[in-house]
């Protein structure tokens, strides 16, 4: 739950209003957020945010564009005005193989004093830590534009041929040097455990502007108060990822007065950033009053998606390019059930009168997560969607059957997931720089297509992985969750996929059906995800129970 803090003379100007202590904290309801404090000596607020998808809010910028709308200051789309320029960005070949994707722009004309600066660095380190996984999928640089000359240059180098004086240092320091001595490198070296080169980011005199994910040059790299031109870039693992960070902060200076010029990155596919995502999304006419039970006329329908800064295009709503966070037409029913207010909702009479319980699957399924939590092993939880090449490619296994979304936003978010063993094993790649050993379990619904039959499944899967990982110790696993319930199984020495080591796996079977699967995961799939110690799992239909 990130919380940002911001002065609140900044907040009425970036409005253009005068706000109350209660003024504030009606709005951030509207932010799915809270207000938690207002310090009248140094006139800063401080606001919490709970909903991790709308990255743009972490920023005073972002969160007084968004009360604009509510307020009925500014309706539809901000302007964002992109200025063409010959800047450019030239991407070396190798990156590929150790952080693909970069994207980048200037913007010039605004004097940065502290109180921007800081706020800035608040954005960017928000971003990076929480939506960037802690910069292994995004990082952000910011660099003062007047000590740069282009064009930059991305590309990588061999770990001791390069050296620069890191922010904060007197010293030159090796790229290896900075990883082992550096304290940032000390705590973001991990990202780069496994690369045989280092990613660098070079200006066209060779003057080092940073060493990404890791640290900016102390030269190029610090922006000081009183700049008025600065250079932004980022870096990632995730295309989408580093293009919406570029859109969010150049939103960001935008609304703060500044001139924004493109950037040209000549890559293996050449285009320019900022660059646009141009989404939209149709709304069937009657979805938003039959979910909210309103009686919405169609001008009130516009009025309330453009106070939520959306555009619209005939039957389309046309989504702003600082979000990624809507995948379904029910996500901007949502933003318009936020811009009426829940409040203002009637409330609807009693129809039937029941008593509530749990139904028994729900009282199964938290006892054997209680079972499993006392063994030893910790929880984890992800989106019910996924993709064909989590669950398939790189668990070396082919499709058994998966739904697929037929208009995905994201490719990431493709499929409805199938089964919960290669989630363990994406969550275990994410954490190969935490200490071993690491046993997670997680439960929750899959879902698997037969023909035209679609089964939902309560699923349980567990992982461990260590030195010492195998067949022996996750069968105890088993045995725990068995004995608990009263169940007799047997194990027969083959399953229906192939992600385990031949001799090594086996279904598990109860009245002569095939509730599970149990076994060591082979070395090509945990090659393929990076994991560099032994892993054993075992996944349970609770269903068939």
């Not at 001595?181 to 496994?194: A, C, H, R, S, V």
């Not at 008593?355 to 992800?382: C, F, H």
């Not at 493709?414 to 094993?425: A, E, K």
């Not at 992985?465 to 199984?489: C, N, P």
């Amino acid at each position: 739950m990130p919380t940002i803090n911001f002065a609140l003379a900044d907040m009425e100007a970036l409005i253009g209003k005068r706000l109350t202590e209660d003024d504030l904290d009606l709005l951030m309801t509207y932010a799915k957020g809270e207000f938690e404090n207002y310090d009248k000596k140094t006139n800063e607020v401080t606001v919490s945010l709970d909903d991790t998808n709308l990255p743009y809010l972490w920023s005073a910028e972002g969160l007084a564009r968004l009360f604009k709308g509510v307020l009925k200051l500014e309706k539809g789309h901000p302007k964002l005005e992109i200025k063409k320029s010959d800047y450019t960005l030239e991407v070396d070949k190798s990156v590929k193989e150790v952080r693909p994707h970069i994207a980048a722009f200037v913007a010039k004309g605004k004097k940065i004093d502290d109180y921007l600066l800081k706020q800035l660095v608040q954005l960017q380190e928000k971003f990076c830590e929480s939506y960037g996984r802690r910069r292994q999928k995004v990082s952000i640089g910011l660099y003062s534009y007047k000590r740069i000359t282009f064009p930059v240059k991305y590309t990588t180098v061999a770990p001791e041929k390069m050296s620069f004086v890191p922010l904060e240092m007197t010293d030159k320091l090796t790229l290896k040097e900075i990883l082992e001595e550096n304290p940032k490198g000390k705590e973001y070296g991990w990202i780069l455990k496994d690369a045989k080169k280092y990613p660098i980011l070079l200006d066209s005199k060779d003057e080092v502007l940073s060493f990404p994910p890791i640290i900016n040059s102390n030269f190029t790299g610090r922006v000081e108060a009183d700049d008025t031109d600065v250079f932004f870039e980022v870096t990632g693992t995730d295309e989408e990822s580093i293009l919406l960070a570029t859109n969010i902060f150049a939103q960001a200076l935008y609304d703060r007065g500044f001139d924004i010029f493109e950037c040209k990155i000549k890559a293996e596919k050449p285009f320019s950033s900022p660059k646009p995502f141009n989404d939209s999304i149709v709304i069937p006419e009657d979805l938003a009053q039959s979910m909210l039970g309103l009686d919405l006329s169609k001008q009130d329908l516009l009025d309330l998606l453009k106070r939520a800064r959306y555009d619209i295009s005939g039957n389309k709503v046309m989504i702003p390019d600082y979000r990624r966070d809507i995948l379904h037409p029910v996500d901007v029913v949502e933003d318009i059930a936020v811009m009426f207010g829940y409040e203002n909702i009637p409330d609807a009479p009693l129809s039937s009168y029941t008593i509530g319980k749990r139904q028994p699957m729900t009282l199964q399924v938290n006892k054997t997560r209680d079972m499993v939590a006392g063994a030893g092993y910790l929880e984890v939880m992800s989106p019910i969607l996924s993709n064909k090449s989590l669950l398939y490619e790189k668990m070396h296994t082919k499709d058994f059957g998966t739904v697929e979304i037929s208009e995905y936003m994201s490719e990431t978010y493709s499929v409805v997931r199938s089964w919960l063993t290669p989630i363990l094993m994406d969550v275990l790649s994410k954490n190969t720089h935490v200490e071993y050993p690491q046993r997670i379990f997680e439960q929750g619904l899959t879902t698997q297509r037969t023909g035209s039959k679609i089964t939902d499944s309560e699923r349980i899967a567990l992982a461990t992985a260590h030195s010492d990982a195998g067949f022996t110790e996750i069968k105890q696993a088993l045995d725990v969750v068995m004995k608990a319930k009263g169940v007799l199984y047997t194990l027969e020495p083959k399953t229906n996929v192939q992600c385990f080591i031949p001799g090594r796996e086996a279904s598990i079977i109860v009245n002569k059906k095939q509730v599970g699967i149990i076994g060591e995961i082979s070395p090509q799939v945990l090659s393929t995800f990076g994991v560099e110690v032994p892993v054993s799992t075992l996944e349970l239909d609770l269903s068939l129970f």
